[in-house]
């Protein structure tokens, strides 16, 4: 990755990241205002404060510590130092179970209606997504055997129309997780509909530790683009070579070429050595020879290229793309829906990992998620939204897990004092710390192993 690429991810990363805990923070923040607890310090990160003032009646401390892998809420707590007796009633401490529980769970539930919020404004702004046009399944696959056909269009999964390949993939990740039978209905360019059965009870438990269409062999029609030049970069290999627009591209290396997809794989096959491209320049016939460099591609990878862009084809651009936009309350419906969705299809997928059977290959730590939001950005302002809409769900649903130093972890206290009568005692809180930051050290141990695999694999 170059230092240009590696600050764009660190930007995304940071940004999303600072958007998050701010949020979560506020709601905790908010939540004790409103029971009337004062709050000491509002601290974005952990350890020496960067930046900090002082604002409000209370003279709260806002800061940004220098690691900046969470945060908190710091609130008055007669737990944690000596409390004036005017001040007594407003310490977090003397709060009743009620308060206390509606100020820790604050946080998470600010995650969600950060999600219900972005999710909303994408529904009302309209999103682009490719529609749901199959290409031929390969062989062997659940879609080869079912005989889904090349060209054909999802509407329905199990009776759930579907309008984008995005919507498609969603419902069939649901129904795979749940074991349930999948019937997929489709139409034909000539309008006939057909109906197959994904016998998705075969597969086994390793098939969601890579993407669930590749799994079900359901892969997306790419525009079959002619090789034409539309644009052709300064200073790049192909500009230097003499390459021009509007120039078709017959063959390479010999090989012919019948669409712009089979040029790039011969681009990218051919590495950094020099390749010879049969063109067609109006009447006339030539051959160029061109040496590819590396570049950085959308998702952050190295891959050999040559400066080249394909002439755009508004027609096929229309068929291919899907525009889905709602109204207002349609849209903060699906707002609602999905946040929900994600959130239970989360809580699932980590009951899964813990019975065993899901990977916990899935798990992703700080440089995953990292380079996923540099992903996201380079492809748009709605796919970057959306990823922060999914981090948020699962920052939120995280944090109410019954896991010591957990908001959810708190939650569980505060239902041991209801049944017990009163809060329990300090060592008993004491041991459940310590469990609890075992427990995250070991999931986060395990993240970033799961991000070096990933880097290794790359």
Not at 41 to 62: A, H, I, K, N, Y
Not at 70 to 98: C, I, T, W
Not at 173 to 194: H, M, Q, S
Not at 342 to 357: A, F, P, Q, T
Request: with cysteine; glycine share 10%; net charge neutral.
């Amino acid at each position: 990755m170059t230092a240009q690429g590696f600050l764009w991810v660190l930007g995304a990363f940071l940004l999303a990241l600072g958007l998050l805990i701010v949020f979560h923070e506020l709601g905790h923040y908010l939540a004790a205002r409103i029971c009337n607890v004062k709050v000491l310090r509002f601290s974005v990160g952990f350890g020496r404060p960067l930046w900090m003032r002082r604002f409000g009646r209370d003279g709260t401390e806002w800061s940004v510590a220098a690691f900046p892998l969470g945060g908190y809420v710091k609130m008055l707590d007669e737990r944690e130092g000596e409390v004036p007796e005017h001040e007594l009633g407003r310490a977090f401490n003397r709060q009743s179970v009620g308060r206390r529980s509606f100020i820790v769970v604050a946080g998470p539930l600010a995650n969600l209606l950060l999600a219900v919020l972005l999710y909303w404004f994408l529904f009302m702004s309209g999103v682009q997504e490719p529609r749901p046009v199959f290409a031929a399944p390969p062989v062997g696959t659940l879609a080869a055997e079912a005989k889904v056909g090349a060209g054909e269009t999802a509407r329905a999964v199990s009776g759930t129309p579907v309008a984008t390949w995005t919507e498609l993939r969603w419902e069939l990740l649901r129904r795979v997780l749940d074991r349930e039978a999948v019937v997929l209905e489709t139409i034909d360019a000539r309008g006939n509909i057909a109906v197959y059965r994904l016998a998705v009870e075969r597969l086994d438990s390793t098939a969601l530790d890579i993407d669930v269409m590749q799994a079900l062999g359901l892969h997306l029609m790419r525009p079959d683009l002619p090789a034409i030049l539309g644009e052709v970069q300064p200073g790049t290999p192909a500009a230097a070579a003499g390459l021009r627009p509007a120039d078709l591209l017959l063959g390479i290396n010999g090989s012919p070429v019948a669409s712009w997809h089979e040029l790039v794989l011969g681009i990218r096959e051919s590495g950094l050595r020099e390749i010879v491209l049969d063109v067609k320049r109006g009447e006339q016939q030539l051959q160029v020879r061109v040496v590819p460099e590396m570049v950085e591609d959308r998702g952050g990878k190295r891959v050999p290229r040559i400066g080249i862009a394909v002439r755009d084809d508004p027609e096929l651009r229309k068929n291919a793309l899907v525009t889905v936009r709602y109204g207002v309350g349609d849209s903060l419906q699906r707002a609602l829906k999905q946040t929900w969705d994600v959130s239970v299809l989360s809580l699932r997928m980590i009951g899964r990992m813990l019975i065993g059977e899901l990977s916990v290959k899935n798990i992703s730590g700080p440089v995953t998620i990292a380079d996923y939001a540099g992903q996201s950005a380079r492809l748009g302002a709605d796919h970057y939204l959306r990823f922060l809409a999914l981090i948020s769900i699962s920052l939120g649903v995280l944090n109410l897990l019954p896991i010591p130093v957990l908001d959810g972890g708190h939650l569980m206290y505060y239902l041991a004092e209801v049944i017990k009568g009163g809060p329990l005692s300090e060592r008993v809180m004491e041991i459940g710390q310590q469990i609890g930051f075992a427990l995250l050290f070991l999931l986060m141990a395990l993240a970033f192993y799961n991000d070096i695999i990933r880097l290794v694999a790359n």
